[in-house]
């Protein structure tokens, strides 16, 4: 499994996606609290095998158009049409959980759900931690407990995964892996996702629509095609713009937590897996 | 009250007559009570609600003033001004103003303080204040025990039926949420098991240290629990050791019950903190 999904998912992501079916649609949608419009207006499309991006400054009301699409708020103007039986996957952001709560990776996982316990050992592969199983979520660090996260989203097979702000507390190549599980998890599944980002810098290449919020949709299209608006330039300024790197696949391995290293066209190096047995990495 | 006189139930008729004996009374009680509180006292432990639970507590004592003066029974007067205490303090927190933190101290203790005044102005009633300040196994009565174990039963099978949405929502309430689980709705109604609880624990080990047998039994077994569920059941099984040693000191050396339970409890967080730690280790895997 652990090597099988960047190979085998062309051709299961193919019929998968083949639809596109809309997954939810957000129809001039709005939300309004204590007299003022916290979003207003918001038109958005979320479809299978797509992946939406929205990014906006604090305050611009990300949280609450995702709460829109998730069905935790309900529209005040404006509507909001879900896939009936709609499964959602989420990944929070910044999750702390207290020391006093005995929780290990595997038991996180089966949280919101049954999952038996080959599917969860499944999961933790694919995300690479299949070696954490049994350490406790306090002990991880912040790359492994986000590939934790989306192991746990991923298990229940949702047809939409929401994620907040995925990379947080992510160094640089963390960052860039964690992208990159997105991505095949999107491939291999098939399934909508919705990503929100105040993170301007790092836009993700996949990326099918980028949403620019500030309390209305203030553009949106393909990270490239944001980048240049002059809407996008007006909100962050044209500092923000240049410093937006939109993120490319240029490598051509990646290092898998447990040390191991994995080609660009899935196979998994092994002899330099042994090299790492030794030292730092144990 | 003879229960005996009345009460349907024939299992009853055949234990009556060993409930007559206090302190078997107050053992079977305190068991009941302790069975409860540790389970619950694990979510208030990890939900960081210690002081939310003292609060509730302490509103406790004004529901016996008011049980009282309305002539209404004891256990269903506490457990509603619990219940509005808790609900309130629910409210006042949306709106923003005041820190949680200082909203809890201004409910705890003028909660006690009303209840304080209102007993001393109750001149027709004679009310043992120590007795509900630091619990009284002589009061505890076989309504009581019934009322502790059906209450006990309830209160445990909705924390069965509830503890994946309870559990999700002390992970994350916005996970929950997101994924069709209603944080809110079961934060209500731990609040309402929590002031059940204080209701038919308050005549044993008093309104100032109900507390205590929902939090030191949790975090006794904090440290010997691998998962959520090890430790509730490990935190009830702390507490009924902590209620029978109690119970037995203060037969022996003639100390209140209450505190009697919290020392003993105390003395068992201290052994299971000498204990080592249980760790869980991360297994590595080797590649193959």
């Known amino acids: ?282 | 009250m003879d229960l005996g006189r009345w009460c349907p139930l024939p299992e009853l008729w055949t234990v009556a007559p060993m409930l007559d004996d206090f302190f078997i009374r107050a053992l079977v009680a305190g068991i009941g009570v302790a069975l409860i509180a540790g389970p619950l006292g694990c979510f208030v432990v990890w939900r960081r609600m210690a002081y939310f639970g003292d609060t509730m507590a302490h509103s406790a004592l004004l529901g016996v003033a008011l049980s009282f003066l309305l002539e209404i029974n004891l256990s269903v007067g506490v457990f509603l001004v619990a219940a509005l205490v808790s609900l309130a303090l629910l409210l006042l927190q949306r709106r923003n103003q005041l820190s949680a933190d200082a909203l809890l101290g201004i409910l705890s203790h003028s909660t006690l303080a009303i209840g304080l005044v209102l007993v001393t102005f109750m001149t027709w009633v004679r009310i043992d204040l120590m007795g509900f300040l630091f619990g009284d196994i002589l009061a505890v009565t076989v309504t009581d025990i019934v009322l502790i174990y059906g209450g006990g039963a309830v209160i445990l099978a909705l924390l069965v039926w509830l503890w994946r949405p309870l559990l999700a929502a002390t992970v994350n309430a916005e996970l929950a949420e997101a994924e069709g689980l209603r944080p809110e709705a079961a934060k209500v109604i731990l609040m309402l098991l929590l002031a059940s609880v204080i209701a038919i624990a308050m005549k044993l080990v008093g309104v100032l240290l109900i507390t205590s047998l929902l939090i030191i039994p949790a975090a006794t077994a904090r440290r010997l629990s691998a998962t959520p569920e090890q430790m509730a059941v490990i935190a009830a099984l702390a507490g009924v050791l902590a209620v029978c040693g109690g119970l037995f000191g203060s037969l022996q050396y003639d100390t209140p019950s209450g505190p009697s339970i919290v020392v003993a409890a105390l003395v068992l967080f201290l052994l299971a903190m000498a204990a080592p730690l249980y760790r869980l280790r991360p297994r590595r895997r080797e590649p193959v």
């Open chain 1, 1 to 282: 499994m652990k090597i099988g999904i960047a190979s085998r998912t062309g051709q299961q992501s193919m019929d998968a996606r083949a639809s596109h079916q809309t997954v939810v649609e957000l129809q001039g949608a709005g939300v309004r609290r204590e007299g003022r419009w916290l979003v207003r207006g918001v038109d958005l499309v979320v479809r299978r095998g797509e992946i939406v991006t929205l990014i906006g400054p604090n305050g611009s009301g990300k949280s609450t158009t995702a709460k829109l699409v998730t069905g935790v708020l309900r529209p005040d103007a404006g509507q909001v049409d879900r896939l009936p039986g709609l499964t959602v996957g989420y990944v929070p952001q910044q999750l702390f959980i207290d020391w006093t709560l005995p929780l290990s990776v595997r038991r996180l996982l089966t949280l919101t759900g049954n999952h038996p316990a080959a599917a969860v050992d499944v999961a933790l592969a694919a995300v690479g931690i299949a070696h954490l199983a049994g350490a406790s979520v306090q002990q991880l660090s912040g790359g492994e407990f986000q590939r934790a996260l989306l192991a746990r989203a991923m298990i229940r097979r949702p047809d939409l995964l929401v994620l907040d702000e995925p990379v947080q507390g992510v160094d640089f190549s963390g960052e860039v892996a964690l992208y990159e599980l997105i991505k095949q998890v999107r491939d291999e599944t098939g399934c909508a996702v919705l990503l929100i980002s105040h993170d301007l810098h790092v836009v993700m290449a996949e990326t099918d629509t980028v949403v620019c919020l500030n309390g209305h949709v203030c553009c949106r299209g393909t990270p490239e095609l944001v980048a240049r608006s002059p809407e996008y330039l007006q909100l962050f300024g044209a500092r923000a713009a240049a410093t937006l790197a939109i993120y490319q696949h240029h490598h051509d391995h990646t290092h898998l937590p447990d040390g191991q290293v994995r080609a660009a066209d899935g196979r998994l190096d092994l002899a330099d897996a042994h090299q790492h047995e030794g030292h730092a990495h144990g």
